[in-house]
């Protein structure tokens, strides 16, 4: 499976504010730390805040921080909501795609089967798991 740059950049984002999470950061700051595109990851912000995941402060002293703990936030759940619009294959899109081999096509049982184990995997990680940088061992 291919993740898109969007989601990527999503996941990165919360892996560093899941390193730091008393701390808010701006999309600057992650920008630069992860040569990433600023005005790509402001969308993917604003993407993480509408899901829940990051609440945001605009202004002086503004930016984003993670709105749950980094323990109750899974890779799962994050991908899930990040890739909602993205089909595995066209037949997986929501208006069926235009494939012909659709009516008795023997491969999209087990490519579904495969993103669900796929998920399911991402479900086992919490930020926590993954956080950067690491938090230091006490």
């Given at each position: 499976m291919r993740l898109t740059a969007f989601t990527d950049f999503g996941?990165?984002?919360l892996m560093r504010l899941a390193g730091e999470p008393d701390r808010s950061f701006t999309t600057d700051e992650i920008a630069t730390e992860f040569a990433i595109s600023r005005h790509h990851l402001?969308?993917?912000v604003r993407e993480l805040a509408d899901a829940g995941f990051v609440k945001t402060?605009?202004?002086a002293?503004?930016?984003?921080r993670l709105a749950r703990p980094s323990r109750s936030i899974t890779l799962g759940e994050v991908v899930r909501t990040l890739e909602r619009d993205?089909?595995?294959v066209e037949c997986f899109r929501d208006d069926g795609?235009?494939?012909v081999l659709t009516p008795t096509c023997r491969l999209k049982r087990r490519l579904t089967a495969a993103r669900d184990?796929?998920?399911k995997e991402l479900e086992r990680t919490?930020?926590?798991d993954c956080a950067w940088p690491a938090p230091p061992r006490a």
């Open positions: 996941l990165r984002a402001t969308k993917v402060q605009r202004g002293g503004g930016g984003f993205q089909a595995l795609g235009a494939c184990a796929f998920l919490t930020l926590a």
